[in-house]
């Protein structure tokens, strides 16, 4: 019988810049650690019941349920325009501009958009949100590590040596020297 998966559930909303940094830092770890990585878009106004990014927000979760393969893509360029370029991602043209910048075509982009004040988008952010407040979160980025068939919740983008200690990996940094290598 091999090792239990190791799996980790990285809950953001793209509003707080603290979830892209563990965004970002997570997506080079992954296969240096060898973890399955589940990106789950979360409200953080239901965690916090404050935020401006529920449009955003939404897109991500309907385009998680259609095309989760472009997740990855479309939440590093939303997190691109908000916090690095100071560009908005509440009004739907920004969330379409993103979303085709980071390889949609405005179709399959004008498509999810429509779904985004469908029940089942809204359901499933809801569902995802309270997953992670069932976990313990109070806050994002929450990282849930299932290791060795226990849980643990790590809050914040600055717990990653303390993760790496988790999975019994090295910590080399925000930018792993396989990483650094091809930058």
Known sequence: MGPLPRTLEFFYDVLSPYSWLCFEVLCRYRNIWNVELQLRPTLIAG?????????????????????PEML????????????????DISQPQSILTAAEKAGLSAEQARGLLEKISTA????????????????GAFGLPATVAHVDGQTHLLFGCDRMELLAYLLGEKWMGPVPPALNARL
Not at 47 to 67: H, V
Not at 72 to 87: A, F, G, I, Q, T
């Open 47 to 67: 965690i916090m019941k404050d935020s401006g990014s529920m449009s955003a927000m939404r897109f991500l979760t309907a385009l998680n349920m259609e095309q």
């Open 72 to 87: 990855e893509k479309v939440s590093r360029e939303l997190w691109m325009r908000v916090w690095s370029r100071d560009e």
């Open 120 to 135: 089942p988008v809204k359901s499933q952010l809801r569902e995802v949100t309270e997953a992670a407040c069932r976990y």
